[in-house]
Nanobody, 122 residues
Framework: QVQLVESGGGLVQAGGSLRLSCAAS????????MGWFRQAPGKERELVAYISSGGSTYYADSVKGRFTISRANAKNMVYLQMNSLKPEDTAVYYC????????????????WGQGTQVTVSS
């Protein structure tokens, strides 16, 4: 069982930055693929980025070059650094953990956090 707790969301002006953090429980954190999803009101859930257990990363085209996902296995943490934020980045951001990377790629996950709100004002 893995529990995920996100933090770091908030209100920021367009062009600003935020760093989301996700604290994970469990002794096998390093073996999980970790991802960040987001969902805006009235829209479907979107995969933002993921990082494999080996450190390979993927980014959605909409955030490529602006967001960076990273992990600190010794701390059971995963991060999403978000720069050059745009109003269209406004959403609830969810941390996700999966035993298989393909699960994240298929827009699903074994475990989810409760979400943290990110609001970008214009």
């Amino acid at each position: 069982q893995v529990q995920l707790v996100e933090s770091g969301g908030g209100l920021v002006q367009a062009g600003g930055s935020l760093r989301l953090s996700c604290a994970a429980s469990g002794r096998t954190f390093s073996s999980y693929a970790m991802g960040w999803f987001r969902q805006a009101p009235g829209k479907e859930r979107e995969l933002v980025a993921y990082i494999s257990s080996g450190g390979s990363t993927y980014y959605a085209d909409s955030v490529k070059g602006r967001f960076t996902i990273s992990r600190a296995n010794a701390k059971n943490m995963v991060y999403l650094q978000m720069n050059s934020l745009k109003p269209e980045d406004t959403a609830v951001y969810y941390c996700a953990a999966s035993r298989l990377l393909v699960t994240l790629a298929r827009l699903s996950s074994d475990y989810w956090g409760q979400g943290t709100q990110v609001t970008v004002s214009s």
